[in-house]
């Protein structure tokens, strides 16, 4: 197991040397002079010199990487130009937020899917299933910006039960409820097509087990039908969804940054939006790294896990 | 009846007692299948009873709807897209296809239990033998401990001739051969004692010398406990070794049904003398592998008349417009064959 965990953890080094070359390309794919272009509107003759000197705009590209990465190893991502604060700074704080969302949101997407999944195979054909298979495939055919805004426009302006924007109320900051109450409506619009994939799966998944002759053996030792579906059933099953919950976890960071946009969430999604606005190239190239370096853990961590439930393999 | 553990058994062929009463009736079973393509027939009115103590064996070529007739009578044919469209199946005297699943749970395991064709497969991969062996002990003996439960597993475990019971309780599947799943699948099926086995191709999968020890343990178990049994099976040399009657089925009705010596020496109806013929006789210098010739019939489309008549050597024209009932051909034999009706004499 330590040895897997291991083995794995080396595995996700070239795949972050990959990221990172990708994120520091950034800068180079633009057009025109990097200086002017990440100065823009601040652009004066002195700046464009010292931010040319401080990027090392004149040495190969390659040296320039290193250094580059040097520095990020060590916490060093560069000022952003808009905020004029260290871009690490910000991530910290956004990332912390959109970790709480991408959780929140996570948090349906597991035991939803997995008793939807489940208990429509269990009832194949039957009308519960029926209505999850309908279920499903209406929310993963909607888009992510458009369920935000229907969710907004209903239970943020229609039924006003849910706050519109932001993490807490800015007139009287709560606690933990506040933050759950501000939190329902991005998470759940964050959640939605990560619901219905996974429920689908899971139940593709489990009608395949529950096909499987150690099934009809269990029942023919006279397993009652709940014991034979969540033990024997479910059991088989679990591989297949962390795997997949696994998979979700950079989907979900994909879908935030839709929802933090439409919701006001102070994530990374919103930030990275709110760079690419104002041409914040380093905190664009910060926020793309952060979004990449949580994918890749949030794979290996699934594959962690898959590793651990897998019978066959101790 | 208590297991004797470590100590060799011997079974003894002449003991089981044969009384004659039926343990098992099926009556007028038909088990269809709702396709999209349409309704498949694969039990089609087959009607049949185990005596207590005997070994019936099933046999008939690949999709002639064995293990649909093995499910059915334990009512585990999954609803849908199966159904039954009509019959019974009286396990002493209670009709199992109309209890309820709870009353079935009660019921399969404990009295009628099954051995599977593939026996990798019908071990959950997820779980140790100890695991399986536990859970299916306990469900039918909630005041057995859990550590009672692997002590008797570790003797029904050394039953089927495991040396050392232990480490295979505590083996997955995987890391076990197929004749020793097979074991265990022996194992499982006699763990609460029942009075029937249905042996669903216990041996198919497996290669000879296997095949010897787990009909060696079938054999054994009806010895020792009068079991009663039902053989499913594509091996005329099993047929003849083990069992005493013999059913022949074909696209999911029964061609022939009578004592096995009778049928093996003297088989009446067309298909069960091409079967046999197909079979390499291991005492004649032929041994080349007769095959039938053509397809069994597609069970979306059953013919009108014998389901037979296309492959049949004895076609006559009354085998395409009318469906042959069973009648009885020699003594104790039943055959469904035209050969056999009541006007036949006029045509012999
Ligand atoms: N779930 C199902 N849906 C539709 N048809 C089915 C289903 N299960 C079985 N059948 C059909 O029933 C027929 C009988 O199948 P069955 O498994 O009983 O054959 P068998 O005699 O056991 O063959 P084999 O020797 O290959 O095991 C087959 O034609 C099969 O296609
Ligand atoms: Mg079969």
Known sequence: MLRFIIWRLIHVVPVLLGVSFVVFSILYLIPGDIATTLLSMFYTEERAAMLREQLGLDRPMFVQYGRWLWAALHGDLGQSLMMRMPVMTVLLDKTGNSLILTGASLLIVIPVSFLMGTASAARFRKPFDRFTVFFSLLLASMPVFWLGIALLYLFGVRIPLFPMSGMYNMANPGGILDLLHHLFLPAVTTAATSVAIVTRVTRGAMLDTLSQPYILAARSRGLPGSRVIYRHGVRNILPTFSNMIGLQIGYLFGSAIFSEIIFNWPGIGLQLYQSILHRDLTMVQGCVLAVAIIFVLGNMLADIIVYALDTTRK | ?348
């Not at chain 2, 593939?118 to 399986?132: G, I, K, Q, W, Y």
Request: charged fraction near 20%.
């Open chain 2, 1 to 348: 009846m208590g297991r004797t553990g470590a100590e060799p058994q011997r079974w003894d062929a002449t003991s089981p007692a044969r009384s004659g009463d039926a343990v098992l009736s099926v009556e007028r079973l038909r088990t269809y299948f709702d396709t999209p393509a349409g309704v498949v027939k694969a039990v089609d009115d087959v009607s049949f009873s185990l005596n207590r103590g005997d070994i019936l064996a099933i046999v008939g070529e690949s999709g002639s709807g064995k293990s649909v007739t093995a499910q059915s009578i334990m009512k585990l044919v999954a609803m849908p897209p199966g159904r039954y469209a009509s019959g019974q199946v009286v396990l002493d005297g209670i009709d199992l296809l109309s209890q309820s699943e709870r009353a079935l749970g009660a019921i399969r395991g404990k009295r009628i239990s099954m051995i599977f064709q593939n026996p990798r497969a019908a071990l959950n991969p997820a779980f140790t033998v100890s695991t399986l062996m536990v859970e299916t002990l306990r469900r039918h003996d909630s005041s057995l401990s859990r550590a009672e439960a692997v002590k008797r597993a570790a003797a029904l475990l050394r039953a089927v001739d495991f040396p050392d019971p232990e480490r295979v309780a505590a083996s997955y599947p995987h890391q076990m051969s197929g004749g020793m799943c097979q074991r265990v699948g022996v194992a499982l099926s006699m763990a609460c004692e029942p009075e029937v086995l249905i042996a669903d191709e216990p041996t198919t999968a497996l290669d000879v010398l296997v095949q010897a020890t787990i009909l060696l343990l079938l054999k054994r178990a009806h010895a020792e406990r009068g079991l009663s049994i039902i053989l499913i099976t594509h091996d005329f040399g099993v047929l003849r070794a083990l069992a005493t009657r013999v059913i022949v089925m074909y696209a999911g009705q029964i061609q022939e049904q009578g004592r096995v010596d009778d049928v093996l020496a003297n088989p009446q109806h067309p298909y069960t003398k091409a079967l046999i013929q197909a079979v390499p006789d291991p005492d004649s210098t032929d041994q080349r592998l007769h095959q039938i010739e053509g397809q069994p019939p597609d069970l979306l489309n059953l013919p009108a008349g014998c389901s037979f008549a296309d492959r049949c050597a004895f076609v006559m024209p009354k085998c395409r417009s009318e469906r042959p009932e069973l009648y009885e051909a020699a003594a104790g034999t039943d055959v469904r064959c035209h050969l056999f009706g009541p006007e036949a004499s006029a045509h012999q």
